[in-house]
């Protein structure tokens, strides 16, 4: 069993920042790829990013250039800093781990960007 923990959403105006954090514990080692994926209502689950244990980075269309994924090893924690918000980024933002055969995600923040 691996728990994913997000922390960091919250209210912001657009053109703001914000910086997710997701702290991996339980069965975790070698767990290699986490991300972050959103989902807004009435929309589909989207990929907002991925990193690999190596640091290989992966991004959805709509935020490249704007949020930054990074990784913490040590502390087995995903960050999404997150820059240039607009209100379309407003979503529920949830981590997410395959590892060993599951797909396990964390309960969510909620991410709202008033304009």
């Known amino acids: 069993q691996v728990q994913l923990l997000e922390s960091g959403g919250g209210l912001v105006q657009a053109g703001g920042s914000l910086r997710l954090s997701c702290a991996a514990s339980g069965n975790i080692f070698n767990i290699n790829t986490m991300g972050w994926y959103r989902q807004a209502p009435g929309k589909q689950r989207e990929l907002v990013a991925t990193?690999?244990?190596?640091?290989?980075?992966n991004y959805g269309d709509s935020v490249t250039g704007r949020f930054t994924i990074s990784r913490d090893n040590a502390k087995n924690t995903v960050y999404l800093q997150m820059n240039s918000l607009r209100p379309e980024d407003t979503a529920v933002y949830l981590c997410?781990?395959?590892?060993?055969?599951?797909?396990?995600w964390g309960q969510g923040t909620q991410v709202t960007v008033s304009s």
């Open positions: 997410n781990a395959p590892h060993m055969g599951y797909n396990y």
């Open positions: 990193i690999s244990s190596g640091g290989r980075t």
